[in-house]
């Protein structure tokens, strides 16, 4: 075991690859929940995105128009779980669920249609590195951040983005408002029900770019039920990081260090024992409840996340 | 009545809605109808026949006597996972992690099925219901004392735990410390001692080949327990009261965080039998991998179910249902298996929206009635 | 409640009133009425009966692009060429393997495959109570509840040679890895499994074998994914090994194992693919794939109990039977490796050579 296995460049490149999909999806639950919305359909936002992006890539051979439907078609799952629990109020724990095994079976049947027997192309379009030119000399630096995916910087860029939104910014408040008072916003003429519309549909679009980042980016193709879980991740990711984006970032980063860690000491022996490869895949979960639990304590949810809200007189 | 509740917020129904089941089946058999309106449209869409997808449906689910044993197999994990959530929820807690309790059951269940696999059945059956209830209750207080002593949210506690074992069946399980040695290198512990088996309860002359076992009574059972156990104990009325709320809890006299470790114990104890179930009822042996997926529709039939017993039993066979009747309409109507997907998230989307349609409804009567 | 009763009175009525039929002449009328099993025996009738096939998957879907998808090839193919009808369905969870085997003897197929090792007990039940009903398990034989191996007359066990076709694609990458070929320069080359289990290893034990007698000199190294789907944990062991200087990747873990492939698809290296042919994966990059064609083996299972030469017990797939091979060579690939490859498979058929099974580097 060395230190290079904990701390060098490669696995700090890796946890921002590991990171970046989660962090997407914590930052789509972020705004959803912090304007009173549960929005478990990450998950499903994230696999629409991540397969219809790549149809669109195969058929325009354009990133920009594949990743224009990617966030498209997560908008419309999201859409959908709105409708159910703004509209009709429904219980968002199952739509959300539902909306997950929806997409799940969809994008699955799709796939096995469109590509059942030959796969996604080869040559698809790909979302393109970011290169640092010169500044990719810098000794450490350089090696971490030189070659990473557009989408990498992306997220990082969003969620300073909607930090400053969220907690700078009067519609940022008006949000706030509408997650932790929605009466007493209402009361002051703020719209509550379009409010939440607009805050689910920015979270399935965020959950898409997270999706299509790992069809697009990571994979250049698609499988079924490629996003594995970190929808779920980045609801995790989400409170852990008290429902803002900052931290949403430390917990993604946290995560995905986590999986970065479990590759990289594969073969790894103190003195002559070696940690058994299965369980070194245990690390980032263990990583992130220990985090939670050594550091964070508890996180209160906005007042009034998960609670439809009743309009008097309508 | 409560409408569009979420993790926590669940209030237990009152008499007044247990009566309103009588009034009104225009708008549930309304939207289960138009769920599967929609789920014929897809099927049609796609190119399949609507008419032998849902009779196929139909059939595999309810067809023949063997098809409905098979059903009720599903049904029993499923029921037990349901009243985990359920449990947890009128703690006020999300239980995700009911898989990984019922993986914990069971991997407990296999270790000592094997340990003890020599003690005659009246012994070491109650040892391992024993054991898989206790196993899955300590992994589920866990959550709970993360929650109740650093303030862990066990949403992230469970779910993370559902990931990590996983992740330790694999290394007990493939030519690790529990796998039985085998030609293939099957990821499997040995075979659990005879006594530990639940036996099947159906005459083969009755139904032939059925494999509908023991664990059935013991799923009905779990449900009276969860009854018994919510609303004629102290430790039930104690839950409760945390459920509602610390101004609740402190009016009880109750210490909140005593209760979401009991609370979590006594959900993970319900999922641990499920882990228990599935071994001894339907494998007698542990393989890696297996009852995938159960403690996450667990959470759907929980909510389905209304946190009830009987909804959650009621939720449990409508899963069942789709499970074995999707099994048939990939077999003899040439549907893809993920199509059936469709439809059961349709009915499932229909059925969250339609407590609110049902609301929608009557505030317009009361509407008017008031004009 | 109300709603969940609702949608039982629905489907129960639908049930009832569709009877016992499924709406598909290939449903046996079994259902309804009958209170006893009825192993298919074949009708007395004047028109032969068409030889009906079912196959069973593994969880993991159709949709795997290795195993599960070459196993569908090979019946699809079947159909088309051999006027059989089949049908496939896929399991969701390990408590399906019985059921799902019991709903295609129930109604009488000729043929019921299993499509994978952790199906050998499931078989061997449904076998025993279906003794006029053919089986046959890929990548395994009838386990009792024991665990141990138990042969039945009606089961055929279809096993393959993996640690050959990983031998022989050993050679090449070991060939290209000793003479330094295009961007392989550092002597190095690497293998990604899914879990360590013997269908698995075996291709790995096999591919280690050859690197060692041909270039002992090389660097070998191995790891795994601890997943068969995830392709972003299999591209982060790649970038791992090409950063210890691998410059050939053997993927053996298959979705997972396609992110491996990218790993050394975007940084310029070379990969192996296994089970199906995978050189369209990334044409470039893909030099070969150790081929493992259970589609022939299904295929082969079907005519046979089509023509009524069904053989029961254990068969193996190997090099001699042209049940293993190595896939399709990139252009890179020089001719020398080539020649070796084709050496090695000469020596395998003769017995000269007998590829390890047990890995060396873990």
Known sequence: MTWDMFLGAAVLAATLRLATPILLAALGGVVSERSGVTNIALEGSMLVGAFFGVLAADRSGSILVALAVAVVAGVALAALHAVASIHFRSDQIVSGMALNILALGLTSYLDYQLYGTTGTPADL????????????????????????????????????????????????????????????????????????????????????????????????????????????????????????????????????????????LQGATIGDLRVPVQLLSTLPYLLTVLAVAGFVGRSRPPAADGLPYEQEGH | MTSGTSAGRTAPPTRRDALAWAAGPAIPAASVLIALVLGAAFVLVSGNDPVAAYAALARGAFGTPYDVTETLIIAIPLTLGGLSVALAFRTGLFNIGAQSQLLVGAIATGFVGVRFADLPGPLLMPLVILTGILAGGAWGALAGWLKATRGVNEVITTIMQNYTIVFVMHWLLQNGPMSAPNAFGTPASARIGDGAVLPVIVPAELIPLTRLHAGILLAALAVVAFWFILFRTTLGYELRAVGLGPRAAAQAGIDPKRGMVLG???????????GMVQVSGVFQRVYDGFSAGYGFDAIAVALLGKNSPIGIALAALLFGAFARGGTIMQSNAHISSNLVAVIEALVLFVIAAETALRELARRHGALKRAA | MKRLLASFVLIATVAAACGGGAGTPSAAPAAAASATARPATAAPTATPKPVRIGLVTDVGGLNDKSFNTLANQ?????????????????????????????????????????????????????????????????????????????????????????????????????????????????????SMGGIPIPPVDKFIAGYQDAVKTVSPTTVILNGYSNDFVDQQKGK???????????????????????????????????????????????????????????????????????????????????????????????????????????????????????????????
């Open chain 1, 125 to 264: 379009p790909g979302i393109p590195d970011l290169p640092l030119g010169a500044l990719e000399r810098i000794p450490f630096v350089g090696a971490v951040a030189g070659d990473q995916s557009v989408m990498v910087w992306v997220a990082l860029l969003l969620v300073v983005a909607l930090q400053l939104f969220l907690f700078r910014t009067v519609p940022g408040l008006r949000l706030r408002a509408v997650g932790e008072h929605p009466r007493a916003a209402d009361t002051v003429g703020i719209a509550v029900r379009r409010t939440r519309y607009w805050a689910v549909l920015a979270s399935g679009a965020l959950a898409a770019l997270g999706g299509a980042y790992l069809s697009l980016s990571v994979a250049h193709s698609f499988t079924d039920d490629m996003v594995g879980g970190r929808g779920f991740i980045g609801l995790a990711a989400m409170i852990f990081g008290r429902w803002t984006p900052v931290g949403a970032l430390a917990a993604s980063i946290i995560f995905g260090y986590g999986g970065a860690l479990s590759t990289s």
């Open chain 2, 264 to 274: 979590m114990f006594v959900a993970g104890g319900f999922a641990g039998l499920a």
């Open chain 3, 74 to 190: 090979g019946r699809l193919d079947a159909e088309k060429d051999l006027g059989v009808q089949t049908s496939v369905v896929e399991s969701k969870k390990q408590e399906d393997y019985v059921p799902n085997l019991t709903t295609f003897a129930q109604q009488g197929y000729d043929l019921v495959i299993s499509v994978g090792f952790l199906m050998t007990n499931a078989t061997w039940k449904v076998a025993k109570q279906f003794p006029n009903i053919k089986f046959g398990i890929i990548d395994g034989a009838p386990a009792n509840d024991k665990g141990d191996t138990e042969n039945l007359p009606n089961v055929a066990n279809l096993f393959f040679a993996e640690q050959e076709a990983g031998y022989l694609v050993g050679v090449i990458a070991a060939t290209m890895a000793k003479d330094k070929v295009g961007a392989a320069t550092h002597n190095t080359v690497c």
């Open chain 3, 236 to 362: 982060e062991v790649g970038l791992n090994h090409i950063g210890k200087g691998c410059d050939i990747l053997f993927q053996v873990a298959g979705g997972s194992g396609l992110g491996y492939i990218t790993a050394a698809k975007e940084k310029g290296v070379y990969a192996i693919g296994v089970d199906a042919d995978q050189a369209d994966v990334a044409p470039a990059t893909v030099i070969t794939s150790a081929l493992k064609r259970v589609n022939k083996a299904v295929y082969d299972t079907i005519k046979a109990v089509k023509d009524g030469k069904f053989v029961a017990g254990s068969q193996t797939f190997n090099a001699t039977n042209d049940g293993v091979g190595y896939g399709k060579l990139a252009t890179v690939v020089p001719a020398n490796a080539k020649a070796a490859a084709d050496q090695a498979l000469a020596d395998i058929k003769s017995g000269k050579i007998k590829p390890k099974t047990e890995i060396q580097v873990k």
